[in-house]
């Protein structure tokens, strides 16, 4: 019986701006209790490729999701897929891209905003489709879903730092500012979170430059957090950076179930996140 797990995923957060501007996060690993790792994003760095990345363990030439407007459901073996296999129970409160790769494409707002469905890979979901939904109403969606089904595994995805990214530039005041407005939201989570028994996983897809784009291949867009979260102890820590390909095998390894077999990628040092 493995652990239950929560993803938080930030959507485009680079790593500096989650290191020197998330307090909240900060604390939790100052005081030993959590670890940041830093975490190379695959290519290209494009939110649906690397949704797909990061529930899927697999690169863009295997899983064939190489851009944003390629709309269509997921043919690998999701973290999703393989929880549901398992026996577990799924949720999600994301954008509605998740949707498309793993319930119903191509989405539908009057259909698909809510889906209660046991024998789909995401079985209870809230999904938005505007890009300025608001984080506090994207994490009042998640801990919703969690108090009602009470879920093995949950993704947790708000829109709102790529937002300000895109409309500002990532060298702002507005981009910077959206990432401690996500701070401050997780503070009111994480407790809830935490004392519920789940490990978390908070990262991000890509990062974002002072032009407000990604999709390249510099550090801006490449280098991304990855804030992990356990009930019992610390984690050791690593300076070697971590493969975003690692991170859906990880969540298997926490949820006690097996990785699917084009999960191929382990982290550098396995020893390094296991507590």
Do not use: C, K
């Given at each position: 019986m493995g652990d239950r797990v929560i993803l938080?995923?930030?959507d485009g957060l680079r790593f500096d701006v989650a290191r020197?501007?998330?307090g909240y996060?900060?604390?939790?690993?100052e005081t030993g209790q959590a670890n940041l790792f830093s975490v190379k994003a695959e290519l290209p760095t494009l939110s649906r490729p690397l949704y797909e990345v990061l529930l899927t363990g697999t690169p863009v030439s295997v899983n064939g999701i190489g851009a944003n407007d390629m709309v269509r459901l997921s043919h690998q073996q999701s973290v999703f897929h393989l929880a549901i296999a398992a026996?577990?129970?799924?949720?999600?409160?994301?954008?509605?891209?998740?949707?498309e790769l793993y319930?119903?494409?191509?989405?539908e707002p009057w259909r698909d905003r809510d889906q209660h469905d046991p024998t789909l890979p995401i079985?209870?979901?809230?999904f938005y489709w505007a890009d300025d939904y608001p984080d506090s109403h994207l994490f009042a969606d998640a801990e919703m879903l969690r108090q009602a089904h009470n879920p093995d595994f949950m993704l947790v995805h708000p829109m709102g730092i790529d937002h300000a990214g895109h409309r500002y530039g990532a060298d702002t005041a507005q981009y910077r500012g959206s990432a401690l407005v996500?701070?401050?939201l997780l503070a009111h989570y994480v407790p809830r979170w935490r004392a519920a028994g789940y490990r978390l996983l908070i990262t991000a897809d890509h990062?974002?430059?002072?032009?407000?784009?990604?999709g390249g291949t510099l550090p801006a867009v490449r280098d991304v957090p990855l804030f992990v979260m356990g009930p019992d102890s610390a984690i050791a820590e690593t300076d070697t950076p971590l493969s975003q390909l690692a991170i859906a095998p990880l969540i298997c390894q926490w949820l006690g179930i097996s990785p699917a077999p084009a999960m191929r990628s382990p982290l550098p040092d396995a020893a390094a996140l296991t507590v």
């Open positions: 938080v995923l930030l020197d501007g998330m996060l900060g604390h939790w690993v026996g577990l129970t799924t949720a999600a409160a994301a954008y509605a891209w998740f949707s319930n119903r494409a191509p989405f079985q209870h979901g809230r996500a701070d401050s990062g974002m430059n002072a032009d407000g784009q990604h």
